[in-house]
């Protein structure tokens, strides 16, 4: 079965400006995950969607960071404006409602100049 | 105040060596997920737990539920092995989420 992908791998930006990450969780999965991971730490919930409805978006920082799963299969992650502090790497899981394992995507290194 | 602890945070070693990584948490789970991370970002899951011990290859984890303590050996260590390994938590009180360890870091020398 194919993964969870993600794009860009990789993005550089400067501060204030805008970028979008694409997660495309493994087919059939309802829930899905957006992480942040700061170097040296553990990945940080932002938000998590069941089908397209969100469960938890209690760590996203709703004045720049804004994400959606409007058909409830793929989903885009928006920071605007950003800032230093988002350089991180952005990751994002899906796993199916009954099971308990998260499968990651590859995740997107973002680094804000 | 982190709900799961890992020690160490970094661990260097020579290659064939023994190696055991520990995680910690101080609520009720679920299951425990052992992640690996390499330098790219990405992580792939190694096992999922919850009770016991499972073997897959050269890597063995086993989990103590009364304890609250689980642990990551990799025996005969290679340095392929070099990597981030994050110990995550899927506690009983919330619904399908994972908390997460900081990592341990480990480098495996040829």
């Known amino acids: 079965e194919a993964g969870v992908a993600q794009s860009p791998r990789y993005k550089i930006i400067e501060k204030r400006q805008s970028v979008a990450f694409w997660c495309n969780p493994i087919?059939?999965?309802?829930?899905l995950y957006w992480y942040q991971q700061i170097l040296g730490q553990g990945p940080k919930l932002l938000i998590q969607?069941?089908?397209?409805?969100?469960?938890?978006d209690s760590q996203l920082p709703k004045d720049r960071f804004s994400a959606e799963r409007l058909k409830g299969v793929d989903s885009t992650l928006k920071i605007q404006p950003a800032k230093l502090e988002d350089s991180a790497v952005y990751l994002c899981a899906s796993s199916s409602i009954r099971a308990y394992e998260q499968y990651f995507g590859p995740g997107t290194r973002l680094t804000v100049t | 105040k982190n709900e799961v602890e890992q020690s160490p945070q970094n661990l260097t070693a020579q290659e064939g060596e023994f190696i055991t990584i520990n995680c910690s948490y101080s609520v009720g789970i679920s299951a425990l997920h052992w992640l690996q991370q390499h330098p790219g970002g990405g992580i792939v899951s190694l096992f999922m737990l919850s009770s016991g011990k499972k073997k897959h290859g050269r890597l063995i984890a086993t989990i103590n539920i009364q304890e609250k303590h689980s642990s990551l050996h990799i025996t005969a260590s290679h340095p392929r092995d070099s990597a981030v390994y994050i110990c995550?938590?899927?506690?009983?009180?919330?619904?399908?989420?994972?908390?997460f360890g900081t990592g341990t870091s480990l480098t495996v020398i040829p």
């Open positions: 969607f069941q089908n397209n409805g969100v469960v938890d």
């Open positions: 087919s059939g999965h309802a829930t």
């Open positions: 995550a938590v899927r506690p009983i009180i919330t619904g399908n989420q994972f908390y």
